[in-house]
């Protein structure tokens, strides 16, 4: 007996930080995942099946990003501080070393209106998750001698900086907004939870410890707040699609932790990268149904 094919509705939705109200933007029946929301606050960056595209802030239609070559884009990407560039994570064709085709991830740039993409990162694997509040720099996990850890490298390229030495994925790494600490989730002591360091490394702390499974810390523009996903059950060193999960507000001040959204089915695609809308009063993210 064939099996009938699972179809795929993603909606990009906006969430109140203070009123908790949310909101549909846009809808398909295609995957898509990953909403930046630009610095203007006009339009999202998504990806789909290996390309990006942008949705204006009315929900009107999805628009491809020209990508020139770059057809297999993962959902690592973001948007420059300036503006001005997109990072993307893209399969390297090139790459003759890694045999998994998602191991040959590495970093590019482009202009954020489209255009040719340039290599950043040397090696693969390699994905995309912050840039500094300065544009010089971006952060990102990569696996190197067989683990994950969080790295950084020079816009312009040249050699990667080390971070993260534990056993165990370090992952999801993105800047604070004053350039002092990068916030990211890690299974160093063998759940996944969120952690703090200096940009240089140092003063390593761990800042969530509860049963949930937590990715992805994202810093408000202001400074304020920090957004993250939950799975509401332990996904140990996975953060995979079609899952039960919410998105979770922590106060930087005091480190008090509250509900954002209520459950529901998201999980991969959904807050892979930063989504802060620029007045750091709303953040996008995407939510899915399974329908066969």
Known sequence: MSQVPVKIESSLKTVDILSHEIKTVY????????PNWSNDGSFFVVNS????????????????LNT??????????????????????????????????????AIYILPIQ??????????????????????????????????FD???IPVSGGREKQLTHEPGLDDGPDYSPDGKYIYFNSFR???????????????????????YSNWFAHPSPDGKW???ISYLVDQAEAHPFGKDVKLRLMSVAD??????????????????????????????????????
């Not at 809808?27 to 990953?34: K, L, P, S, V």
């Open 27 to 34: 809808t398909a029946g295609i995957h898509f995942e990953a």
């Open 68 to 105: 020139d070559f770059a057809d297999e884009c993962n959902n690592d990407h973001g948007i420059s501080p300036d503006g001005k560039w997109l990072a993307i994570s893209h399969n390297n064709k090139n790459d003759t070393i890694q045999t998994e085709q998602w191991k040959k991830s």
């Open 189 to 211: 002591t063998g759940s996944m939870q969120i952690w703090r360091m200096k940009t240089d490394g140092s003063q390593q702390e761990q800042i969530t410890n509860d049963f």
């Open 49 to 64: 099946i290996g390309r990006l595209y942008t949705i204006p802030i009315d929900g009107s239609v999805m628009n491809p």
């Open 255 to 292: 480190r008090k932790i509250s509900d954002l959204t209520p459950v529901f089915f998201g999980g991969q695609g959904t807050l892979n990268v930063p989504s802060w809308s620029p007045d750091s009063k709303q953040v996008a993210f995407v939510s899915y149904l399974q329908n066969e």
């Open 114 to 147: 489209g255009g040719i993409p340039r290599q950043v990162t040397p090696e693969s694997p390699s994905f995309w998750h912050g840039w500094s509040p300065d544009g010089k720099e971006l952060a990102y996990c990569a696996e190197r001698n067989g683990n």
């Open 150 to 152: 969080i790295y950084t």
């Open 226 to 228: 920090i957004v993250f």
